[in-house]
């Protein structure tokens, strides 16, 4: 909706209306994460409204759901945030195994807390590398990369997979673990975190960095709990909040999970969140090889029956993505297949409040706002 207003352009000069310009970024445009459309109405290189307008990918994976069992369903939901797949299996495996009221091996409960972490590092990784592209810095991707592939290496071993890993399983993992994987993951988290002083110093020296992140896109704490915001995003904002603490699942409640936050909520602050929670998962991730170190043999899964029916009822299951809160409300009616299973989405919420944060920005911080959000566009359409 484009509204006049009059502009003087010179004593004397006669006046010219003048109305707002509609642009529209995407579906298909550079600055965006994939297929992602914002509209935008502009008074010259200020943004007077946004409207982030999504489903350009959708996929329905809501009512695939409803067509597929409960081991089928896992496939589905690995995808939708392609970047963080395994903690998206994990959210399906726990709702489907507190309906069955099912004791997972303890071998699997840390392996699965461990493995979450690793993804989380490796989500984290992909933004920091990639944000510094966004504006300008083309050097740090290739820094992201070259650890990222550390922890590719030990992931693809496991589970045979490098994006979607398909390794969770209700009542446990896939398969044992590969004889002296746990020590090779050890020493990839220690060459990741011996390096990455690389890529902060690379990126938190740069003034022109600095300039383009610092005081511009800021979130208030208000915007984050109006919207929902979860999160680094919402870390950064100063919302202390995080399910592996506040609402302990897998192992995390026998773990000192270091919460990271920020007060500033502008770009750099969501920044450092992400650059600081890499640290902190590393050490979760050696907490619990020293402690999968020390657990006796045993089983890493649950024998199931050919034909795995869930009983009647509903739960909702929800995990700490590396994105933000990622929840499936799980309705049985005792069939193999669900009735109903809803997915709260971390991306899809997050990306609501750029019609906040958006309007008295210039266009250039617009992308840089955008990537400072950190999303993944099928986590948002679904």
């Known amino acids: ?59 329905g994976a809501e009512k695939l759901f409803e067509v597929r069992d409960f081991r089928q369903i896992i496939v589905l939901a690995n995808r939708h945030d392609w970047l963080s797949a395994f903690s998206s299996e994990l959210g399906v495996v726990l709702a489907v195994e507190r309906m069955l009221g099912m004791e997972v091996p303890e071998r699997a409960v840390w392996a699965r807390t461990l493995l979450a972490e690793l993804n989380r590092v490796l989500n984290h990784l992909m933004f920091l590398g990639s944000y510094p592209l966004e504006v300008g810095a083309i050097t740090p991707i290739f820094y992201a990369f070259r650890e990222r592939e550390e922890l590719q290496r030990v992931m693809e071993e496991v589970s045979g997979g490098r994006m979607h890993y398909m390794f969770n399983r209700v009542g446990g993992l896939k398969e044992e673990l590969p004889l002296g994987w746990g020590e090779r993951v050890r020493h990839a988290v220690a060459a990741v975190r011996s390096r990455m002083d690389d890529i902060a110093d690379l990126i938190m020296g740069n003034e022109i960095f600095r300039a383009r992140t610092r005081g511009v896109g800021v979130l208030s704490r208000e915007q984050i709990l109006q919207y929902g915001v979860s999160g680094p995003i919402a870390r950064a904002s100063g919302v202390d909040f995080d399910l592996r603490r506040d609402e302990p699942y897998l192992a995390y409640g026998e773990l000192d999970v270091r919460v990271v936050t920020r007060a500033e909520g502008d770009c750099l602050a969501r920044f450092e969140c992400l650059l600081d929670q890499v640290h902190a998962s590393l050490d979760l991730a050696d907490a619990c090889l020293d402690r999968m170190a020390d657990l006796p043999p045993g089983p890493i899964n649950q024998r199931l ?61 617009m992308v840089a706002i955008l990537g400072s959000m950190f999303f993944v566009v099928g986590d948002i359409d679904k």
């Open 1 to 59: 909706m484009s509204t006049e207003r009059i502009v003087g352009i010179g004593a004397g000069a006669k006046e010219l209306a003048t109305e707002d310009m509609i642009l529209n970024i995407g579906p298909q445009h550079p600055s965006t994460h994939g297929v992602l459309r914002l509209r935008l109405a502009l008074d010259g290189e200020r943004i007077r409204s946004a409207e982030p307008i999504v489903g350009y990918m959708h996929r």
């Open 305 to 365: 029956p050919k034909v795995l029916k869930v009983p009647e009822g509903h739960t909702y299951a929800w995990t700490e993505n590396p994105l933000g809160l990622n929840g499936y409300y799980l309705v049985s009616r005792g069939e193999k297949t669900p009735w109903r299973m809803k997915l709260r989405s971390a991306s899809f919420s997050n990306i609501q409040v750029l019609s906040e944060m958006l309007p008295g920005t210039l266009i250039a911080d």
